[in-house]
């Protein structure tokens, strides 16, 4: 298992304040990568100087620049901002009339060259030392694991501030697991592709940046005059996000509709003259085929687009280091055969949703699946091709559209067994399940605001007409329990809703029920 150098940041302020600002004079939380990073160099040009500096800390620093870490971030909540009258700094005044033998007055006083400032700070929910509540950057490691962890360690032991100058902190650093790494508590901040909370992070070239704009600043005065200081020009802007905070929006997921046909071949053929183009497929005995052809269909057209076999087995076959050989990354493709729903009710799977994560740039394989024919692996041969549509078509907007209730069309697969020793009497076995099925919901990334008034039911047979029992629905290779479930949530939310764990593989899917 990789392991993850975590530099760990908590402030010695009993009820703590954090008053860093981001771009736009926005409060600014959790505290940027580039901003750790800036007082990682400080307190190292601090400690060593000169020569010693770019013999231990430069190459240390060099290293850390290129890395984007996840960071894990204490529960906070913005105060209320309120103004403080400030010193100027502007004493270029008064001093041009002391040039002259003069007394200065108003306005050029050094009392009167206030202005006024507004402060807005983060408040941060610190517990005890003993509960580890402090913030972390978790930096990936690669095989070789962290070379320069002891200067990084001394580095970070010399760091007194994060932010403004009385936002006074400890700091340390060393190298941990990843299954520790889990463990630790607070809220996770992951990097999305798109949307989430803009953070300044750290690139090659950005120290560098920082020791010009130093020697700029020092160099400011001269014979010559003023020289304004260069802002620092060398870092990116990423966003962050994490789905277990308040009122942080979701990044929307891109996606891909497609209608199911027969093939070319199939609709030549003279038996299938006037008939209806769709290969349908049962939508009880046939959701795991379907989503599985599609998933080796989407691997083929990725192998073709160049994508990196790593990529291809993580992000769309859903292979990593599992128990059982399964990704355990949520950045990963999304299988959703859709059973059409009638008047009559549930019948056959004619659809299917091609489901990317947050910020994914799914045109490519879009524009190529379409036309893409689906491989019966048992028969080894071709039986339906995919043929794009819009995701507004009527009738994928039911798995999309808002809503506040929803139910299952295919079973929702528990995380766990809701009996183990066989053993549970019925009213434990019914809040273990309910456990099991609000963990299933957290597990596919709900904040705990969005569930806040949430209703949930569950049993064997759905509550759209045409379903049959959970347990008789074809299944990925999974042994645990599964059940129909209906949720009523107090805000209206957008599709597609899939909890459980075979959510990638078309259990667990949801259609709006009202």
């Avoid at 108003?106 to 009392?111: C, E, I, S, T, Y």
């Avoid at 697991?177 to 300044?200: F, I, M, N």
């Avoid at 005065?221 to 996000?241: E, I, M, N, Q, T």
């Amino acid at each position: 298992m990789s392991n993850v150098l975590r530099i760990s940041v908590r402030f010695l302020d009993p009820m703590p304040a954090f008053h860093g600002k981001r771009d736009g004079d926005e409060p600014e939380w959790p505290p940027s990568p580039l901003r750790i990073f800036q007082a990682l160099v400080d307190a190292a040009a601090n400690r060593w100087r000169g020569p010693q500096f770019i013999g231990d800390a430069k190459p240390a620093l060099e290293w850390l620049q290129g890395l984007r870490p996840e960071i894990v971030a204490p529960p906070h909540h913005v105060g209320t901002p309120f103004r403080l009258s400030v010193p100027n700094n502007d004493l270029d005044s008064p001093a041009s009339v002391w040039a002259r033998g003069a007394e200065p007055v108003k306005p050029h006083r050094p009392v009167d060259l206030r202005t006024m400032k507004t402060v807005q700070p983060t408040h941060v929910q610190i517990g005890t030392w003993e509960r580890e509540d402090a913030l972390h950057f978790l930096y990936p490691l690669p095989s070789g694991g962290c070379p320069h962890v002891e200067v990084l360690k001394s580095a970070a032991r010399a760091v007194t501030h994060l932010g403004w100058g009385i936002d006074m902190v400890t700091a340390d650093a060393d190298v941990i697991t990843q299954a520790d790494a889990v463990k630790l508590p607070g809220h996770r901040w992951r990097v999305v592709p798109v949307g989430g909370v803009p953070l300044r992070v750290p690139k090659v070239g950005t120290l560098d940046d920082l020791v010009r704009k130093h020697a700029a600043f020092l160099g400011r005065l001269s014979a010559g005059g003023f020289k304004p200081v260069p802002p620092l020009r060398c870092f990116d802007v990423v966003g962050y996000h994490s789905p277990t905070v308040a009122g942080l929006p979701t990044p929307k997921r891109p996606i891909a509709a497609f209608e199911i046909h027969r093939t070319i071949e199939d609709q030549e053929r003279p038996e299938y003259a006037g008939k209806s183009k769709f290969h349908p497929f049962h939508h009880v005995r046939r959701v795991a085929t379907v989503a599985g052809m599609v998933r080796n269909a989407t691997a083929a057209v990725a192998q073709r687009l160049g994508w990196d076999s790593a990529d291809i087995a993580s992000r769309i076959l859903g292979h990593g280091d599992g128990d059982n050989g399964q990704a355990t990354s949520d950045d990963r493709l999304l299988f959703l055969p859709l059973p059409s729903i009638t008047p009559n009710g549930i019948s056959g799977i004619r659809r299917v949703l091609v489901v990317g994560p947050p910020g994914f740039d799914l045109g490519p394989l879009r524009r190529r699946l379409n036309g893409e024919e689906l491989i019966d692996e048992d028969r080894k041969r071709s039986v339906a091709m995919l043929s794009g549509i819009a995701a507004t078509d009527r009738n994928v907007t039911p798995f999309l559209a808002p809503a506040t209730t929803w139910s299952t069309v295919t079973p929702v697969i528990l995380p766990g067994f809701d009996d183990p020793d066989k053993r549970q009497r019925l009213a434990r076995l019914h809040a273990r399940t309910l456990a099991l099925i609000w963990k299933a919901f957290h597990q596919a990334g709900w904040t705990e605001d969005a569930l806040v008034g949430a209703k949930v039911e569950y049993r064997a047979i759905g509550w759209f007409r045409g379903l049959d029992l959970a347990r008789h629905y074809e299944l990925p290779p999974l042994r645990f329990p599964r059940y129909h479930v209906r949720v009523q949530i107090v805000q209206p939310v957008v599709g597609p809703l899939m909890i459980g764990a075979g959510r990638y593989r078309g259990m667990g899917l949801f259609a709006r029920d009202e």
